[in-house]
């Protein structure tokens, strides 16, 4: 009994020891990435309490700067994967950790030009996609403030990915909520002119980000300079040696995440324009109910970026087991954690718009009763958006992203989009259109990667031979 009995205990043991380890290293991650999206979400707070037409000129500006920005945060995302695959072949090694953040650093600085170039030219782009021209020109200027945040933001990535690959994402989370302490106190004396500053308004607001940005890089290279540790692999050592080697294959792991995060991003972009075409209110709305989705999207996020680096270290080690407890804790986690959202924003909705716009005054009513309505697309929504999230990042610690890249773009620009423009204008719609259709982008998405999840584990030793 005991013979049959010890293979069972072991096999709990490990799933147990994989939920601790898990939870140990996702939690940081998630409270980081809340709050990195605080700093967004008081933003946009605080435009609202400008006015209406502040936040929707916000709205505009800050689509249109994520467009080009996430395709760079892809990039770096793959020293994640990449350093956690080195530590699980030698949890030793040092050189080839600190080649991949060099070259991280590298790309951050080379994508940082052109995303500065394309959005020096917000107001004129915008005037091109049709937008309302006040709109535009209001989202132009915020927008040259806010574009320089890209640069800090992304080499704050690298490093951040490389505290997780080390399952020491604690600082990480530190810094992040100094930044949203800081930015907040920056929104509030930039937007408005407390305490002596000017009275910028809108551009206040991209100032106080970018030196946001700029602190939680500097905060962390603080860290990574200070920490034993972190000292052992003098990561800015020798910083101007060219290593094109891994340069290369830094570009050939991340073009395809980039790819995949900008056509989930982008799709959710368009969403904007499409409501900026419909109408100020229908903007505004969607606006404070994307906020409040991507607000719990970062609790699947974190798991799917913990799952990452788990499975990265299990597909170093050759451990076949460890990458399938890895995947599945953190699916189970990311998808259960949605449901919840899903219930609070079909039960609670004007609790959660409060904090986004004076739902009391009889001039925001229609954009409040559109944000109500749109929170019910999101609620339907949750479950696929957390398990995309999870499976994306599970697939991306076996170094999987060329067949996701695929699924993603068929998801989302195949399916999601077009749905969104037929429901939304062809059929009348409008806004609840709109959303119908980024519902139905997500579910495809959520289908499709996790059918390659499962295809990939069928073939069980075959996935470290990949």
Not at 123 to 143: H, T
Request: with cysteine.
């Amino acid at each position: 009994m005991s013979a049959l009995s010890t293979p069972n205990a072991a096999l709990k043991r490990a799933w147990r020891d994989e939920i601790i380890a898990m939870l140990s290293l996702s939690w940081p991650m998630i409270l980081t990435n809340l709050a990195q999206t605080a700093m967004t979400a008081t933003d946009v707070m605080m435009m609202g309490w400008v006015s209406a037409h502040t936040l929707a000129a916000g709205a505009l500006g800050t689509n249109l700067y994520y467009v080009p920005m996430i395709f760079g945060l892809g990039l770096m995302l793959a020293t994640s994967p990449m350093m956690a695959r080195e530590l699980g072949r030698n949890k030793h090694t040092v050189r080839e950790i600190r080649r991949t953040v060099r070259q991280g650093l590298w790309i951050a600085v080379t994508i940082s030009i052109p995303i500065w170039f394309v959005l020096w030219n917000t107001q004129s782009i915008l005037m091109a996609m049709g937008q309302d021209p006040a709109l535009a020109a209001e989202a132009g200027a915020y927008v040259r403030a806010l574009q320089w945040a890209a640069l800090p933001f992304y080499c704050y990535i690298v490093v951040r990915s490389f505290l997780a690959a080390l399952e020491r994402p604690g600082w990480a989370l530190v810094i992040a909520v100094l930044a949203v302490m800081f930015n907040a106190l920056a929104n509030w004396c930039l937007i408005f002119g407390h305490f002596g500053f000017p009275k910028l308004g809108i551009v206040g607001s991209g100032i106080a980000t970018t030196l946001s940005s700029a602190l939680m890089f500097i905060g962390l290279v603080i860290v990574v300079l200070r920490d034993r540790q972190f000292r052992r692999y003098r990561l800015f050592g020798r910083f101007w040696r060219a290593d094109w080697a891994r340069y290369r294959e830094l570009l050939r792991l991340g073009l395809p995440i980039a790819a995949i995060l900008s056509f989930e991003v982008t799709i959710f972009n368009a969403a904007a324009f499409l409501m900026g075409i419909i109408g100020p209110d229908s903007l505004a709305a969607h606006a404070i109910a994307i906020q409040i989705a991507s607000i719990s999207f970062m609790v699947p996020m974190g798991f799917g970026q913990a799952a990452t680096v788990r499975i990265g270290r299990a597909y170093g080690a050759q451990d076949r087991d460890g990458i399938k407890r890895a995947g599945w804790v953190a699916f189970a986690a990311g998808t259960g954690f949605m449901v919840l959202t899903a219930l609070l924003m079909l039960l609670a909705p004007h609790q959660l718009i409060r904090a986004f716009i004076d739902v009391s005054d009889p001039a925001n009513a229609p954009v409040v009763s559109l944000a109500v309505s749109f929170l019910a697309f999101a609620a339907l929504f949750q479950i696929f958006d957390g398990g995309q999230a999870v499976a994306s990042g599970m697939l991306r610690g076996l170094h999987d992203t060329t067949i996701p890249m695929i699924y993603a773009a068929i998801a989302y620009w195949g399916i999601g989009l077009p749905l969104s423009v037929a429901f939304g204008f062809w059929l009348k719609l409008e806004g609840a259109g709109i959303w119908l259709g980024l519902l139905s982008g997500l579910a495809a998405a959520a289908i499709l990667l996790m059918s390659r999840w499962l295809r990939r584990e069928k073939l069980g030793i075959e996935i470290i031979r990949h």
